[in-house]
């Protein structure tokens, strides 16, 4: 545990990595990035990893050792242990400990509520309340806009990630003007993240996103940038899901279904993928039955699958209204 007391999104590589896919980035990064190894798993999906890393990483600094400690609370919640996690940052003690923290405690609480609209309003209220006191934290602010992102609400996350410095800041900007169709504008902020440090693998996620975005050869270019990073670092589900979408945008739904399946072997309850299955199987006219009481089964509160519970309530609704 730490140490100190995230239809079948199809064309969006960004919504299959849901949420996720954050980039922590809280503070300038050292010379020497101590937080290197963590910090790329987790910006790949990589939480376990990351985890692992942490638990033997001894930190140079306190603000070191509190990021450290965030990339791991972000794990658990990458990997849906939203419990875990609000076991650990207890609500009588999150409001004395640092900013950071007490955030990762009510973005755990807005995850838990998923399906709770009336809930979620209430913790994004408690986030906003507490950017009084804690103006500047980068963190804050991602994780505000990326309550939003889970929403879809897009452009008003867009108030909030607009406002940070850092490379994970940027890149959620990337990624939600890809979202919002606009990889015109998501282009020029890549570009000012290459300035930055065009190598991150922050940066490189960014660039793939806004090849994805622009759509026709670039979607290759997309694709073998997940290509590359699945080669250097571990083939996670967030990788294999985006090249995957990568795949399916140029109608190679075999070979996406290839990556799926090799997804689905990490980790046969993850939403994304069992969603980007079921795409493919409407695609190549199979049975997606299967996937998709699959994904119903495990990953009920999933935003694709609520999607589609609502289409399909609406579709009764106009059937039953027709035969009044």
């Given at each position: 545990p730490p140490t100190t007391n995230h239809q079948p999104p199809t064309t969006n590589p960004f919504l299959c990595v849901a949420a996720l896919h954050l980039f922590p980035n809280m503070?300038?990064?050292p010379t020497v990035d101590e937080l290197y190894e963590v910090r790329n798993n987790f910006m790949l999906g990589g939480y376990q990893t990351a985890i692992n890393e942490a638990s033997s990483l001894h930190t140079a600094s306190d603000a070191l050792a509190l990021e450290k400690d965030c990339f791991v609370f972000r794990s658990y919640l990458g990997q849906g242990n939203y419990q875990f996690v609000l076991d650990e940052l207890r609500a009588e003690d999150t409001p004395s400990q640092p900013p950071e923290l007490f955030a990762l405690r009510l973005y755990a609480e807005?995850?838990?509520?998923?399906?709770?609209?009336?809930?979620?309003?209430?913790?994004?209220?408690?986030?906003?309340?507490?950017?009084?006191?804690?103006?500047?934290?980068?963190?804050?602010?991602?994780?505000?806009?990326?309550?939003y992102a889970k929403l879809r609400q897009y452009d008003e996350g867009l108030r909030y990630v607009i406002q940070t410095r850092s490379l994970e800041g940027r890149s959620l900007v990337v990624s939600f003007l890809v979202a919002m169709n606009r990889p015109d504008l998501a282009q020029k902020e890549w570009q000012q993240?290459?300035?930055?440090?065009?190598?991150?693998?922050?940066?490189?996620?960014?660039?793939?996103?806004?090849?994805?975005?622009l759509g026709g050869e670039s979607t290759e270019e997309a694709h073998l940038i997940y290509q590359e990073l699945m080669e250097k670092f571990t083939p996670t589900p967030m990788l294999l899901n985006s090249a995957a979408a990568c795949l399916m945008k140029m109608n190679r739904f075999a070979d996406a279904e290839r990556l799926l399946l090799e997804s689905l072997e990490k980790d046969n309850k993850d939403g994304d993928t069992l969603l980007n299955l079921t795409a493919c199987a409407f695609h190549t006219n199979r049975n997606a039955d299967?996937?998709?009481?699959?994904?119903?089964?495990?990953?009920?509160?999933?935003?694709?699958?609520?999607?589609?519970?609502?289409?399909?309530?609406?579709?009764?609704?106009?059937?039953?209204?027709?035969?009044?």
């Open positions: 503070s300038e990064e807005f995850c838990a509520a998923q399906g709770d609209d009336e809930a979620q309003q209430a913790v994004l209220q408690k986030m906003n309340t507490l950017m009084s006191s804690a103006r500047g934290s980068q963190l804050l602010l991602i994780l505000i806009g990326s309550a993240m290459q300035q930055m440090q065009d190598d991150a693998v922050a940066t490189q996620l960014a660039q793939a996103m806004v090849l994805f975005g299967r996937f998709l009481r699959q994904v119903k089964s495990v990953a009920s509160s999933h935003d694709g699958v609520q999607q589609r519970i609502a289409m399909e309530l609406a579709f009764d609704e106009a059937v039953a209204q027709m035969k009044l």
